[in-house]
């Protein structure tokens, strides 16, 4: 499903006092299949914008466009459930949205609100956890038994149970050591690949945003402050730092060597061994006499 | 130099049939030490903050602070002399304002009013927070109540402060702004800080690393000896930092020598500039 | 959901009004809710609105928006009026339609008790619309501070009541936050028979509460850790204090009721 923002505005509670502009006259298109990372600094909008892909929030001005789906600020609610059914919302800590008394019943609760039938649900179940790499005997458990890491992943495989041909994550690694960060990300990567999902990261981890992103939407105040692919966001520190953003780790350590030594080295993906081994060759070759 | 934390042979659950989180766990902390306790998330490090002001209680063994033995009868008076910031910003703010949040401590322990207002005022100046003094709480940023959090804390002039996880939940600016607020408060004060973290960027800041893993201290040692033994922190699960990676390879594949791993971008930038030379 | 937690919000500001004590403000309205019982003809009442409306303008807020703001209310003062039109049979007869009369008696009546009804709500609504929530727990917890001789828990209701206003937003957030959650895994609290709008908001109240508790466990921590044992030997930063604007407020409130009642029959 191709999403397409045209002139989209959005206006928290207009016509009173508090009214308040959160998005202004966004214009996007993301494509099947495509790994997009939406980012920006706390409260430059990217909430906002997530909500509209599936309809959580119409906009005031514009049109979002979501397969065949079109948003706009006069739309039915009938329509929208089959939207919530296609596109996947992962929430900041989803592990807040657990209810049910056991874990199966939970991952199932999606599947019951979108009448999928009876017999598909056992099997639905089993591979969303396995797309979580949980284990089955977690299953009659309560989820609040659950470890934090456990908890969060039991979410995660009740919005993957629904089969949503759209994937946005809101800062899915939340809270999480880093160990537990990588591990997710890289979940979600596979299913990227593997399932040829859609995938809406929206984050202000700047290290996820390159490792993993396509494409990157820079959000500042509102509006799209800078679109492209990771390398050539990042290559403009001026730009991210008037939307109130850091550089990567593995850029700005490489920017500063290069300022340092007079060395050239270039963004490709580099593994720590790889890098290590270009700084090396750049250093010998640089070497002044 | 007196001990400001020690733990003897503390055993520690939450109930009767959850596992120990400590078990046998001995812990000395010096006076105007900067320690970081560190471990993967459920490695023990957290309670241990909790169990030093007597928020829990230990099943058996004994918790000292400053020469100490905290009991049921002179625990209110021992934490006076503790401040503690927790991990989530959101439910550690009790006032309604900025400062009426910072006062909060203050009025508990009966300051009077006017010297108050003047501790408000340093302590907020302190968290660069003194613009804020009306500001609600849902109007400021995670990183900015966990400021705030700090200086309620030091309003109240503690002798010791425990930060639980104090930057987790926050976002890169939080965090920094964190960070570097702390950076400042151990260069103007004499103060025993203990800060229990999972991210190895913070422990730049500190003079003793400890690692924590099921419940036991795995390694006790200082900043610059943490990474000898990397493949021991990586089995416990702890992940390095990028130029301690890229230093690592440096090593392996071109035998670059260490003398210490750099822990940011200007010791890595440091180090490879004397190695550079040398070659 | 934010959207309809503005009625009667307190919006800041710097107005003349806004800048009263709380307890000013708190004893001016309490006083003028009896005394719109008081009034019994229409110079009384007419002084009454008269008044009232001034105090709309001196809080320099939009006419349109404090109307707008009392809007659920309209509707009740609209069928009182038309309850008494029906009920009351005094007077001449105005108009009758099938069989239905109303009397002169009837619209008088129904138009002063819709009037009193229109005042208590407008004036009111300017308390909260110009009083932040924690001057409003001040000023309660100040005119309620002589219960504490005969053991009314007067500094921990009044600690209650703050704590609860500082965690409404949080509350309010995270309700829209799990219901979003929700609704994208398919439920709909907006359609649907009722039985199945009640189910569907189980999902939304057993994570709130479940959150609201972990908060209140984390808070109490917090208090805990930094010094609160209740109320004794505390002290307090928060001091209000009368200043010559609340004498003059209060000098000419005080003559404004002396005409009110000479202006009664």
Partial sequence: MDIQFERVSYTYQMNTPFSYQALKDINMEIKTGEFVAVVGHTGSGKSTLLQHINGLLLPTE?????????????????????????????????????????????????????????????????????????????????????SGGQMRRVAIAGVLAMNPEVLILDEPTAGLDPKGQHDIMNMFYD????????????????????????????????????????????????????????????????????QKFGTDLCYKRQKPDELAKEIVEQLRENKPL | MMTAIEFRDVYFRYNEDAPWVLKKFNLKIEENETVAIIGHNGSGKSTIA????????????????????????????????????????????????????????LENRGIPRKEMIERIHTSLTQVGMENYQNHEPHNLSGGQKQRVAIASVMATYPEILLLDEATSMLD????????????????ELEITMVMITHDLHEIILTDRVIVMNQGQIYKDTTVDHLFNDYQGLQSIGLSLPLTVELAIELERQYDYQFTTYPLDNEEFLEALWTSNLKE | MKSFMIIGQYVPGNSLIHRLDPRTKLIVIFTFVIIVFFANNSWSYGWLTLFALILVLLTRLRIGYILKGITPVWFLIFFTFILHLIITKEGSVLIEIAGFTIHEGGVLQGLTISLRFFLLVLVTSLLTLTTSPMEITDAIEALLGPLKKIKVPVHELALMMSISLRFIPTLLDETEKISKAQASR?????????????????????????????????????????????SEGRTKLRKLQFKSLDFMAMIIYVSIIIIFFSLRN
């Fill in chain 1, 62 to 146: 514009g049109q979002v466009q979501v397969g065949n789906f079109r948003l706009s600020r006069d739309n039915k609610r009938q329509d929208l459930k089959k939207l919530r059914e296609k596109v996947g919302v992962v929430f900041q800590y989803p592990e807040h949205q657990l209810f049910e008394e056991t874990v199966e019943r939970d991952i199932s609760f999606g599947l019951k609100n979108f009448q999928v039938p009876a017999e598909e649900t056992q099997a639905r179940i089993a591979s969303a956890l396995e797309k979580v790499h949980l284990s089955d005997d977690v299953l009659q458990k309560s989820p609040f038994e659950l």
């Fill in chain 1, 191 to 258: 299913l990227h690949k593997t399932k040829n999902m859609t995938t809406i990261l929206v984050t202000h981890q700047m290290n996820h945003a390159l490792n993993y992103a396509d494409h990157i939407f820079v959000l500042a105040d509102g509006r799209v402050h800078m679109k492209g692919a990771p390398e050539q966001i990042f290559s403009q520190v001026e730009s991210l730092e008037e939307a109130n953003l850091d550089m990567p780790d593995i850029l700005s350590l490489m920017n500063q060597i290069n």
């Fill in chain 2, 50 to 105: 909790k169990l030093a002001n007597g928020l829990l209680v230990p099943q058996a063994g004994d918790i000292l602070v400053n020469g100490r033995k905290l009991t049921a009868s002179n625990v209110w008076e021992i934490r006076q002399n503790i401040g503690m910031v927790f991990q989530n910003p959101e439910n550690q703010f009790v006032g309604t304002t900025v400062r009426d949040d910072v006062a909060f401590g």
């Fill in chain 2, 172 to 187: 890169p600016r939080g965090r920094k702004e964190i960070l570097s607020t702390i950076h400042d408060l151990k260069e």
């Fill in chain 3, 186 to 230: 398919g439920v709909d609290l907006r359609t649907g028979s009722i039985k199945d709008r009640i189910y569907a908001i189980v999902p939304l109240l057993v994570p709130l509460f479940i959150s609201a508790f972990k908060r209140a466990e984390e808070l109490a921590m917090a208090m805990e850790a930094r010094g609160y044992r209740g």
